[in-house]
């Protein structure tokens, strides 16, 4: 689980994320609509701007966008400085039109809001700040200095100072507000994102380990007779030998090779699950499977079995989904990791329900995340709480996201409180995971349950 927070982590730098083709038609849309306003005002309005001037400021966009086309591939993506300074030349070129064009007088002072928007949700914390800094100096500037705007007969349109002011005010709201709103959704989509594909990559990981072990468990069921042939072969050749000690000890290694063949397949096919044999379980096998590598960690894993009263006391078969097995094996590892010396598992069921709690005699979980826990990235523990509880690992939440994903994708519902707790009040008083299932989700049919397990699928 370590090794795949590390992977997501290290794909987390948001600042090669735009391409330099992706700006450049911002821009192409941002050129074409001030020409356009300028062009309504002069034709339409009948309004006397500094024409040459403006003309001047939009022709640098035209060819900053020129000579980025000539000097940047196709699909290149800008560095953390290269979008400042494509962001910050918006910023720069939008004031300055903005300057000879009325300043807070002009209706498209709100455009100002965009390159902050665009530099919350794509550049990094800091580079963020610079422009939202830079952003608010221009509009400063203009609330205190900027060419008016002059009608045909000679006017300027100038708006009282009230409503100046009132505008800058808004801006000013605007950009700290924009800015901070769209950084904040931009990170927690960032987090859900990169916690999906973390939990797609731990799926991948156990089905891959489930496929190897399956290949390795129909190898040895198919290879066991040619084995046993083998052996038995050997041994009437040692006896029918006699005294040939040469080809005795040649009979001897053959059967001693099959023998050590047999046992090398023997202990790789311990967690084979294409046989059909092992494709279900009755439900305790396979939490005890699930936990396994963490019940010789020094702490004592109980696991705890109770059965309804009547007819339905045998154990339910369930299938060993990936899914499953990840998801409880991630539970008992934090179970493990934060309990004080014991944690108890235990499993039961209904007519109708399946469940496996979960719990420890440790801390429990932190009441300030209690109602978070389950989402990516909900907390980040100091160093040195999480080098004392985990060595080498600092929690981020991501675990409990990847296991309660791939629980609540083989259809199961999960809880997290802390003991004593009322519903569950055998289970200690440190933190309690309760996983509940309806059983048609994840039990065996009863036509194979336990039951004829016909042909065993050819693996090609």
């Known amino acids: 689980m370590a090794q795949i927070e590390n992977d997501v982590f290290q794909n987390q730098n948001r600042s090669n994320w735009v391409r330099v083709r992706t700006l450049a038609s911002i821009r192409w849309f941002a050129v074409l609509g001030q020409a356009a306003a300028v062009l309504a005002a002069m034709l339409f309005f009948r309004l006397n701007l500094e024409t040459g001037f403006i003309v001047v400021v939009i022709g640098l966009s035209v060819l900053l966008n020129v000579v ?40 498209f002072a709100l455009l100002l809001l965009a390159p902050v928007t665009i530099a919350s949700t794509l550049l990094p914390l800091r580079s963020t700040l610079i422009l939202g800094a830079t952003t608010l100096a221009i509009v400063t500037l203009l609330r205190f200095t900027s060419l008016p705007i002059m009608t045909a007969s000679g006017f300027p349109l100038i708006l009282p100072d009230l409503f100046v002011f009132g505008f800058w005010v808004s801006l000013v709201i605007g950009v700290v507000f924009v800015g901070i709103y769209a950084r904040q959704v931009t990170q927690e989509t960032l987090s859900m994102s990169e916690a999906l594909v973390a939990t797609q990559m731990a799926l991948a990981r156990e089905q891959k380990l489930t496929d190897l072990g399956g290949v390795v468990a129909a190898a040895a069921h198919e290879l066991g007779t040619p084995l046993a042939t083998i052996k038995l072969v050997s041994s009437e050749l040692l006896d029918e030998l006699g005294d040939n000690e040469e080809l005795k ?57 109770q059965a309804p009263p009547g007819d339905n006391s045998r154990q ?38 399946i469940t496996v709690d979960i719990g420890d ?46 629980l609540e994708r083989s259809g199961a519902t999960l809880s997290f409180v802390n003991g004593p707790s009322r519903a569950r ?24 349950a336990r039951g004829a397990l016909g042909d065993n699928t050819l693996i090609t």
């Open 68 to 107: 980025s086309y000539i000097v940047y591939p196709e699909n290149r993506r800008l560095s953390e400085n290269e979008a400042n300074l494509m962001i910050g030349f918006d910023l720069a070129q939008l004031g300055l039109l903005l300057f000879l064009t009325g300043g807070l007088s002009n209706p």
């Open 249 to 305: 000890e040649d009979a001897r290694l053959i059967r001693e090779q099959a023998d050590r063949c047999r046992d090398i397949l023997r202990s790789m096919g311990r967690a084979g699950k294409e046989d059909h044999l092992l494709r279900q379980a009755p439900i305790e096998t396979v939490i005890r499977e699930a936990s396994e590598p963490h019940l010789h960690r020094g702490k004592l894993v109980q696991f705890k079995t």
């Open 316 to 353: 339910p078969d369930i299938y060993r989904h990936p899914e499953i097995i990840h998801g409880i094996r991630n539970f008992v590892q934090n179970a493990v990791d934060f309990s004080q010396s014991s944690v108890l598992v235990a499993i039961s069921w209904t007519d109708d329900f």
């Open 361 to 406: 005699d440790g801390p429990g979980f932190p009441s300030s995340v209690l109602h978070r826990i389950g989402e990516p990235f909900v907390r980040r523990r100091r160093h040195e709480e999480g080098s004392a509880r985990r060595p080498g690992y600092e929690g981020m939440g991501l675990g409990l996201f990847i296991a309660k994903t791939l």
């Open 425 to 448: 009040p055998k289970m200690g008083r440190g933190a309690i995971v309760t996983v509940n299932w309806p059983r048609s989700s994840i039990e065996s049919s009863t036509e194979t």
